[in-house]
């Protein structure tokens, strides 16, 4: 259900009608460009262009693919720049669709690369050649603790190793912390720690032009993943939580996503999203309740999905066992439920 009014009808129908939106001018100097993903639903990761007086800031890169390049080339020309131009690539966070061309774009501009430490901590061991089997391993064992059937364990163990392919490897030039004035001339942009999504995950916030720059934390239909993983941080639900209280009080006019299209009403969107993770909480709590002494993974399957277990790929069955497993620890935090540990973990009512 949608309870947000779409900023651009263009954009809000390209993305419904599974079209590819157009490059849109949001403000004077401000600029959105999709960026395209490769075989993902989400299609398009939305690049947000800032005019500087020497050139762009940009929010976000998209993937490293030579058609994503070429679209945001594309989409900068629009907007009357080059490649050349980038002086500052803000990363949200590490996820190949925010950070992946990054260091692609650093090389041809020496542009410089803006990310929190919480998520730049985490670059070798997720992207570099020779830790991927370490995380691999860890997330095995995460899934064995979970009770996933022997049978899938390897296929969903792997399963997000593909993607690795769309990043290059770029360490950040500069450290981006909860509260920093970014400094970029003509632009009022403060840095919001939000972690959940990912441990290192920033919003921006714009007070003078009443905009944020909100990433995958808030997103005008979907809701970001917040799963429990080799590389999140303990308890991510009950961070993320926070974070959405902590961007739910700025007064803007309009959220600028990374995904979907632009809307204009933050509160409400962020009163919607929690309800849902409220939901979710009840709806986990009730199924450990029926069935005492249940896995994670059977908690999984025995919830209500967007479609049937059966017809979900490797790789989303994963993530909602992880994100099962973020809900299960939430309750477990709050003494609403107890944990057995094992191999596999068991889950009864507190
Ligand atoms: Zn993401
Ligand atoms: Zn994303």
Redesign the pocket.
């Known amino acids: 259900m949608t309870v947000v009014t779409p900023a651009s009808e263009a954009q809000r129908e390209a993305w419904r009608s599974g079209g590819f939106p157009e490059v849109e001018r949001v403000r004077p100097g401000l600029w959105s460009i999709p960026v395209p993903l490769p075989a993902i639903p989400l299609r398009y990761v939305l690049v947000y262009a800032l005019e500087l007086p020497d050139g762009v800031a940009i929010v976000d890169a998209g993937w490293n693919t030579d058609e994503a390049y070429g679209a945001l080339a594309a989409g900068l020309g629009t907007a009357g720049y080059e490649m050349t131009d980038v002086k500052a690539v803000l990363v949200t966070?590490i996820?190949p669709?925010?950070y992946g061309l990054a260091g692609r774009i650093r090389e041809v501009s020496g542009a410089w690369i803006g990310l929190h430490p919480a998520d730049s901590r985490l670059l070798h061991d997720r992207y570099d050649d020779d830790a991927v089997d370490d995380l691999v391993a860890q997330e095995r064992a995460l899934l064995v603790r979970s009770g996933v059937p022997r049978a899938t364990l390897d296929e969903l163990a792997g399963a997000s190793m593909m993607i690795r392919h769309y990043v290059t490897m770029a360490k950040p030039d500069r450290l981006i912390e909860d509260g920093d004035r970014l400094g970029l001339p003509g632009w009022d942009l403060q840095a919001i720690w939000t972690p959940g999504?990912?441990p290192g995950h920033l919003c921006f916030v714009e007070r003078e032009r009443r905009l944020l720059f909100s990433g995958?934390h808030v997103l005008a239909k979907i809701t970001?993943i917040v799963a429990v993983h080799p590389q999140s941080a303990p308890n991510p639900l009950a961070d993320y939580l926070d974070a959405l209280a902590a961007v739910r009080k700025f007064d803007v006019d309009e959220v600028l996503p990374a995904h979907e299209y632009r809307f204009l009403e933050l509160a409400e969107r962020v009163d919607h999203v929690m309800a849902h993770h409220e939901e979710r909480l009840a709806e986990i709590e009730a199924a450990v309740a029926a069935a005492g002494g249940i896995t994670c993974w059977d908690t999984a399957t025995a919830l209500t999905w967007s479609r049937p277990w059966e017809t979900i790929p490797s790789f989303m069955r994963r993530a909602a066992n992880n994100e099962t497993l973020a809900h299960l620890v939430w309750l477990e935090a709050r003494d609403r439920l107890r944990r057995v540990p094992g191999e596999p973990d068991l889950w009864y009512p507190a």
């Open positions: 966070h996820h669709d925010h999504h990912s995958d970001p």
